[in-house]
Structure formats: C-alpha cells, structure tokens
C-alpha cells in the first residue's frame, strides 16, 4: 500500500504539467499551489498584502521535504534492523526465512524471539488447545543462548517500529497534500478568485459564472 502511494505520487508530478490549476498542484506537490496564487495576485500592482502567501508556500514545502526525509530514514533503519534480527536468528537459532512466506512473516519472527524454541512454542500452544507449527515445514528453531534471543527481539521491535512510523509519514504526505489544496482555496477565497463573471453580448446578453478551483 505505502509503496503504491509512493508510486501514484511519483506519477502526478509527471501528469501535472499538463495542468495549471493551482489546487491541483497543491495536490501534486503541497505548496505549489500557493506559489502559483502568489504569483498570479503579485502581477496585479493593486493587490497588498499578499507576503503570507509565500510564507505559506514555504511552510508547506518544508514540511513536505521534513516528511519525505523522515520517511526515508524510517524506512532505511526499520530495514537494516530487519537484516541484522534475521542474521541473528538464522545464525543462533537455526532460523530458515526462505521457508516463511510474506503474510506470516511478521507473527512468525515475533514468535521466534517470544520463546526459546519451536517446542516451547508448541507445548504452550497445545495446552491453551490452539495451533501449532508443523514438524518438517521449515518452521523449526532453537536459541543457543537467551541473550541472543532477547538481542534478537530488541532488533525486531526497533525494525517493526520504524516500519509503522514509516506508515505514519505515508499517511502524513496525504494530509499535508489535502491541507495545501484547502489553503489554496483559502486564499482564492480571501482574494475573489473563486468565482469570475463572464459577459457575452452578441445576440443576447449572458452572464456565465465560473467556479476557479
């Protein structure tokens, strides 16, 4: 899911150019939209006070960028934590990985640093008459040593927490896209952009409103 946000991002920056409107481009990139407005109200000499439109442009991108950074790093550090608690326990505990598949992944490795072995496991589970781990699966292990296994399960949760603060920031580029489209008509709104009046005379006089988004 946070990969294909990523991607669906990636790919309306690309299609944005073919747009102008300046909430789109809040959504494309928060912030963008703001310095579009900024830009369009600076060439009417009339208008003042329009300097916190840029102040806000800036805001908006920087908490963009502070987003993007944080995400990057959660997602490298929850990474390497990942490979390290693997090691660990493939090299003390006799832990075959290839034989666990993605969706079962995460319980499995919480598992193996919850109990000393694959017996432990299955003894308890048998007497609170719940599932357990088939023999021969690949599903088997054993900690040579108890600090190893809490070593293990310390790197486990350090990796699985920035893997939920890596969610948190995915999440957090929607709102703050969501955010910088309502700024943005916000301040159509503060300057009489949101509506424009159109007059054709030809044969009969119309008046066609428009709605700027």
Known sequence: MKN?????IFTCILLSFAFSTSSLRSLIFPGWGELNEFNILSKDKKLDNIEYIKDRSKAIMITEGIIWISLMVSN?????????F?????????????SINNGEFAKYAANVGN???F????DERIVNYLSTYDEGEGYEWEWNS?????????L???????????????????????????????????HGRMI?????????????????F
């Open 119 to 122: 017996e432990a496991y299955n």
């Open 146 to 154: 108890n600090s190893n296994r809490l070593r293990y399960d310390k």
């Open 156 to 190: 486990r949760n350090r990796s699985e927490k920035l893997e939920k603060l890596s969610d948190y920031m995915v999440a957090s580029l929607l709102i703050n896209r969501i955010v910088s489209a309502f700024d943005v008509l916000s301040i159509k709104k503060n």
């Open 86 to 98: 693997k090691l660990l326990g493939q090299n003390n505990a006799g832990v075959d990985w290839s």
């Open 76 to 84: 490298e550090l929850s990474s390497s934590y990942k490979n390290d």
């Open 196 to 212: 424009s009046v159109d007059i054709e005379s030809n044969d009969n006089l119309k008046l066609n409103f428009n709605y700027h």
């Open 115 to 117: 109990f000393d072995s």
């Open 4 to 8: 294909k946000f990523i991607y669906i």
